[in-house]
């Protein structure tokens, strides 16, 4: 049964008589509608159609039938019931469309029985006319079928007319844009790919105006583009104005608007925003799920942003199993994009790192590699983060060597891909310093030159950071690793300091019990510690240990051992001799129970 909406055909007839009793013209009117959807032609009767889309609103439903069909068939038995109220408010308001060029292609057609064709009402007399005793059905049948070819026709020279002179209309715009670089009309500024982009933008948002889904799609991707320069602010202006749009023209459950949902949660995990990526990519999944079915490429890369989500939310195990759906549909799909697959293998293997499963994910971050070099070539962004996630993995499994040469090799990358400023080059920095002090806190002593090069990599990873987003986690990171340094150099008033600045920032972010914020306020409440505050640290790492206390992870499990371990120090120095035993009893626990 087809809705109001996508009937091609409105039937009108009077359904009752002066006594409410059904009358002639309706049992035609039904056999009509019948014969017609069994020929496969989308037909509205309103005693069938009504009834069974339970429509509240007759009126309404009616003006929109009225609006979608392409033909309106007219039946009666009398001149006089085809010039009642409700029949005549329908055929007239429908040649009025014809006349005044809203459905200047339209056609009306009578089906009549039991008088002469002469006595049709005065406009009807104009319109092709059938005698349902004289094979009327099946001979208005054939003429439907050409009018509504006919209509199709029309419609997609239409279509492609005006799909050409949208073309056109891009074309001017994008040509108008590029000569705003010519030396004749800059005399003498020279402008960057920032200053076209800027001045693109401006240009957009005046013009397009009767193209909305064309100036949506580079409202897009026009923000996608300030997003890859770091000005995460203004992508998100046009980010949502073309999310927006979508909505408005295309809908909330089209492919267009899925495509915004996709692009403002990527967008959000840029800025950190974590929970608003979920919020995103779980509409778009939903919305893919309903679109396309479980199977299709589009909903298993929902599920694999989904992942990426709840991963950085903290729940490493639900993101692992994600991944593990979405690596396990992918390979399964002859005709998957070998990029797609890339960044499904790399990352189901840093939640196998994350999820503490190390050993599994060798084979998966060099099938990564491989497959980026295969699909990329030497110098791609996704060589160079295959590369990095190599390095870590290496950097867990105590291969510092290997991991240094990575580390770097991807900053080599992404310097010469991005240059000095770029978000992906300030956090590779951040990583490789994270790294470095990582290795000189397992050394007896460090040299003043490891030090120092381990605070300039923090340092201009931080300094970057702030610039292009404050608040995000990796100004925490960053902020953290500099802690580290002032620990080892024995500056624990700095690293207090810089670890109570980092938590700020997490938690702005972050959940409160994720690992990482967790792992801030354990490392606050060592720097106490060992600062010979031992009133202040023990409050924060009892609150650590609580936290951890339900954390079965391999990474948790790690870092409720360095916890405790701080606790047996901070009751030996109290002197405090039942909590000192206490906790050496849990360490003991701790370590026989952790995963190996």
Not at 39 to 52: K, N, R, Y
Not at 356 to 378: K, N, Q, T
């Amino acid at each position: 049964m087809f809705s109001g909406e996508s009937a091609q055909v409105f039937i009108s007839v009077k359904n009752l008589d002066e006594d409410g009793n059904q009358t002639r013209d309706a049992d035609i009117a039904r056999e009509l509608h019948t014969y017609l959807e069994s020929e496969g032609i989308s037909s509205f009767l309103s005693l069938v159609t009504l009834e069974a889309m339970g429509a509240a609103e007759y009126k309404g439903t009616i003006d929109d039938a009225l609006d979608s069909a392409a033909v309106l068939v007219a039946v009666g038995t009398s001149p006089e019931n085809l010039a009642s109220r409700w029949v005549r408010y329908e055929w007239d308001s429908y040649f009025n469309d014809i006349i005044s060029g809203i459905k200047p292609e339209g056609k009306v057609f009578s089906l009549i029985s039991g008088f002469d064709p002469s006595r049709l009402p005065r406009a009807l007399r104009q319109t092709q006319t059938f005698e349902y005793e004289k094979g009327g059905i099946e001979y208005l049948h054939n003429f439907l079928v050409n009018s509504l070819v006919l209509n199709k026709t029309i419609q997609e020279r239409d279509q492609e007319k005006k799909a050409r002179q949208d073309l056109e209309e891009v074309v001017n715009f994008l040509i108008d844009l590029f000569k705003s670089s010519n030396p004749t009309e800059t005399l003498g500024e020279t402008l960057t790919a920032r200053d076209i982009l800027d001045r693109g933008s401006e240009r957009l948002r005046n013009e397009l105006a009767n193209q909305p889904v064309t100036k949506a799609r580079m409202l897009d991707a026009i923000g996608s583009t300030y997003e890859s320069l770091g000005l995460y602010e203004i992508a998100q202006g046009h980010k949502q104005e073309a999310y927006e749009i979508r909505v408005e023209h295309v809908g909330a459950e089209s492919e267009e608007t899925v495509t915004s949902l996709e692009s403002l949660g990527w967008l959000a995990h840029a800025r950190a925003d974590y929970r608003g990526m979920q919020k995103f990519v779980e509409q778009a999944y939903r919305l893919n799920l309903k679109l396309h079915g479980e199977n299709d490429v589009r909903t298993i890369a929902t599920l694999s942003d989904l992942a990426v989500a709840l991963g950085e939310l903290g729940d490493p195990e639900q993101a692992l199993s994600y991944s593990e759906s979405v690596l396990d549909a992918a390979r399964g799909h002859t005709d998957l994009a070998k990029k797609s697959l890339e960044s499904y293998v790399r990352r189901y293997a840093i939640y196998l790192d994350e999820s503490g499963r190390m050993a599994e994910a060798g084979p998966f971050h060099e099938e990564s590699l491989a497959l980026s070099h295969e699909v990329y070539g030497a110098l791609h962004p996704n060589v160079a983060f295959a590369t990095e996630h190599l390095g870590m993995f290496y950097e867990q499994t105590g291969d510092s060597k290997r991991a240094d040469k990575l580390y770097r090799d991807a900053l080599s990358m992404l310097e010469r891909i991005f240059g000095d400023a770029h978000p992906e080059v300030a956090q590779t920095r951040g990583n490789i310093a994270k790294f470095l002090v990582g290795g000189l806190q397992k050394k007896p002593a460090q040299s003043q030159a490891e030090l120092d090069e381990a605070r300039d990599f923090a340092q201009r990873a931080l300094s970057a950071n702030k610039k292009i987003e404050p608040d995000h986690t990796y100004v925490g990171e960053n902020l953290s690793t500099l802690a580290d340094i002032a620990k080892l150099e024995k500056s624990y008033r700095l690293a207090t300091s810089l670890l109570e600045e980092a938590i700020g920032v997490y938690t702005k972010r972050l959940p409160h019990d994720h690992l990482t914020v967790i792992k801030a306020k354990n490392s606050l409440g060592e720097s106490l510690l060992l600062a010979g505050k031992l009133e202040s640290a023990q409050p924060i790492l009892s609150e650590c240990d609580e936290a951890l206390a339900e954390n079965f992870t391999k990474p948790g499990r790690e870092e409720r051992t360095k916890t405790i371990e701080n606790l047996i120090r901070l009751y030996r120095a109290m002197g405090d001799k039942a909590n000192l035993s206490k906790y050496e009893n849990q360490l003991e626990l701790v370590v026989r129970v952790s995963p190996n």
